[in-house]
């Protein structure tokens, strides 16, 4: 069985907990605790490590992630990205196409939002109560000067 369908530790039973009687125990109960019986203990956690230094201390944390005497730093060679100071870099076929169509769906995604019909319940609500005012004739209809 792999460890995804293995159950969690709430499902599992104290190994002093008193068996079920067989008649009111499901069938997925049993097999359950069976393969409980039957499995390994699951391993232990990383994080359950005790912490190396003090938590306001990190310099033997620093020193412990060294793992040669070496020095990691590289010193600066000039080159940005790969190329090579004074060479003017040169565009890739498809980078002018992405920006311009990042940029321009994002601009079309802004104009629709901004345009976009207020479906709000609060909108709805306040325009069914005047509604309603309005056809048992506590407001006065707006259409009805109009009309005239």
């Known amino acids: ?64 992630a060294a793992s040669h005497e070496e020095d990691h730093y590289d010193p600066p060679t000039g080159w940005l990205f790969g190329i090579p100071p004074g060479e003017k870099y040169q565009n890739e076929g498809w980078e002018r196409i992405w920006v311009w169509g990042f940029w321009g769906s994002l601009g079309v995604a802004a104009v629709a939002y901004a345009y976009k019909p207020d479906s709000s319940i609060q909108t709805w609500a306040l325009e069914e109560a005047r509604r309603r005012l309005e056809a048992e004739g506590i407001l006065p209809d707006p259409d009805a000067e109009k009309k005239q």
């Not at 997925?28 to 938590?55: E, G, I, K, M």
């Open 1 to 64: 069985m792999s460890s995804l369908l293995r159950p969690t530790r709430a499902l599992r039973l104290p190994a002093t907990a008193a068996p079920l009687s067989t008649q009111s125990r499901s069938p997925y109960l049993t097999s359950l605790v069976l393969h409980q019986r039957s499995s390994p203990a699951p391993p232990p956690l990383l994080s359950a490590a005790p912490a190396q230094t003090s938590q306001f201390h990190t310099a033997g944390l620093l020193r412990s």
